[in-house]
């Protein structure tokens, strides 16, 4: 194996992992929210069932999370699995896992807000929906920013964990590569890239703290 | 002169504690009615109670000739959620501890309500300026309200309530979070409006200031008015639970 051709591999790893990454974000973020408010909902059913839900995402590997869900089509219903399926199980089984964990970031979060401010709004006219959203929410994400930024870093690194199913990112190419050329190299730049993502992580998360430090709570 | 505000025989328990056993009172345009009494008297609850933050178990809530609540054989039955809506707006509230929101300027405290209930940015704008001007705030418009003394802060939540010209203004215990310098300012903005007969229900442990500016004084304990009148009546009465409780706070 050339050089070059190990370096273009362990790219491709890259851009699988950032899309992992991202795609995990993007929907566990908001997903989140909606749990956290089904975990709070005065309904007793709702509130038990994503109780439950929360708690075998939280009590359980996620590597053998992603491995349900990527064999649970062919083992529960007979359905061939297709190799596209394959990254759409990784991400299904991610956000899952991920939105159980920033819904009970966010639970936290809402129950700090104190009550007099849904009741300020209350009396100046605001309706439910508006007091969530407007005055609700931002004090949530400024509370909450911290512990998010904890998950993200851990996000990280558990992409990883997609080498399960043998999902071609970071990981498992690098993994694969330093089999076949008998050398270390490949996992140690492979972890190089890990960390160096977990910087820029980290200063993002910082500059957006930075952003909201214009008041206090 | 028009009754603002009616409430008839009002209770309120707190899982089988009664805090409110029967509290009537009455309050017309432009007057000025300060509520005293011990702590745990349930002053706050029967704020709550008319401005719809708690919701009552028997008795009327009447705003403006308008039902919020009828008792209805011994139970309090609420008006519709669009019809409560429109007697909110008749009354804003000035909690003791401000309840500013966070987030947001001083301008937007005072502006943002205002565009929800259907203000342009322009009016809800100059509304705020001109309240912020009075209050002699105008130079704090852009800062936020962890930049504020409590003092302050205090007076912007009472431009932002005033923003929604609000025919009712109550106060719970207004200044109580406040140090004695900062007080002052905060009474001085009160007797302003009483001046110019705006109508408040105000809880207040200002012996002298409630003295001073009350048209009509009520004296509750264990959730009963025990005594009411005008300052000059309360504060001559031989009731000795009242006598007492006023020497304390004027001591
Ligand atoms: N939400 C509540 N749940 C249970 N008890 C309450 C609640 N709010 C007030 N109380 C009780 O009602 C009584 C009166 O309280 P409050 O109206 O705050 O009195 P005050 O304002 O005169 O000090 C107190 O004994 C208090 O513990
Ligand atoms: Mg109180």
């Known amino acids: ?217 | 002169m028009n009754t603002y505000l009616q409430m008839n025989h009002i209770r309120k328990s707190f899982d089988g504690n009664e805090v409110l056993r029967d509290i009537s009172l009455t309050v017309a345009e432009g007057q000025v009615v300060s509520i005293i009494g011990p702590s745990g008297s349930g002053k706050s609850t029967l704020l709550r109670c008319a401005t719809m933050l708690e919701t009552m178990d028997a008795g009327d809530l009447i705003y403006l000739g308008q039902y919020a609540a009828r008792d209805e054989g011994g139970r309090s039955v609420y008006a519709p959620p669009a019809e409560l809506r429109r007697i909110r707006k008749d009354f804003g509230l000035v909690f003791q501890n401000f309840n500013l929101f966070p987030h947001y300027s001083v301008r937007k405290n005072i502006t943002e309500p205002q565009m929800l209930a259907g203000r342009s940015r322009e009016e809800a704008e100059a509304k705020a300026e001109e309240l912020l001007r009075k209050l002699g705030l105008s130079d704090k418009a852009d800062q936020y309200p962890c930049q504020l003394s409590g003092g302050q802060q205090q007076r912007v939540s009472i431009a932002r309530a005033l923003a929604l010209e609000p025919k009712i203004l109550f106060f719970d215990e207004p200044t109580s979070a406040l140090d004695p310098e900062l007080t002052a300012e905060v009474l001085r903005v009160i007797r302003e409006l009483a001046k110019q007969h705006m109508t408040m229900i105000i809880v207040t442990h200002e012996m002298q200031f409630a003295r001073e500016l009350s048209d009509y004084i009520i004296f509750m304990e264990h959730g009963l008015i025990q005594a009411e009148g005008t300052p000059a009546e309360l504060f001559a009465t031989d009731n000795q639970r009242v006598r007492d409780f006023i020497g304390r706070f004027q001591a």
């Not at chain 1, 990454?21 to 956290?36: D, H």
């Not at chain 1, 083992?75 to 991610?94: L, T």
């Not at chain 1, 849904?118 to 512990?147: C, D, M, N």
């Not at chain 1, 851990?154 to 970071?170: P, R």
């Open chain 1, 1 to 217: 194996m050339s050089l070059l051709t190990v370096i273009g591999q362990l790219m491709s790893g890259m851009g699988m992992t950032c899309a992992i990454f991202f795609l995990t974000l993007l929907f566990s973020l908001p997903l989140g929210l909606v749990v956290a408010l089904l975990r709070m909902h005065r309904n007793k059913v709702i509130s038990v069932i994503t109780r439950v839900y929360i708690s075998i995402m939280r009590g359980t590997p996620l590597m053998l999370q992603v491995i349900v869900v990527y064999f649970a089509p062919y083992y529960v219903f007979r359905v061939q699995i297709s190799q596209s399926y394959r990254f759409a199980a990784v991400i299904i089984a991610f956000v899952l896992n991920y939105a159980a964990y920033f819904a009970e970031i966010y639970r936290s979060g809402i129950q700090s807000v104190p009550q007099g401010q849904y009741e300020a709004a209350q009396v100046l006219g605001y309706s439910h929906s508006q007091t969530f959203l407007r005055i609700i929410v931002p004090q949530v994400w400024k509370r909450v920013l911290p512990a998010v930024t904890n998950e993200v870093v851990t996000l990280v690194k558990d992409t990883s964990l997609s080498f399960a199913i043998a999902e071609a990112e970071m990981f498992t190419i690098a993994k694969q590569i330093s089999s076949k050329v008998a050398s270390i190299w490949p996992l140690l730049a492979a972890g190089l890239f890990y960390y160096i993502f977990n910087l820029l992580v980290v200063l993002v998360c910082s500059r957006v703290e930075k952003h909201y430090s214009y008041y206090k709570i």
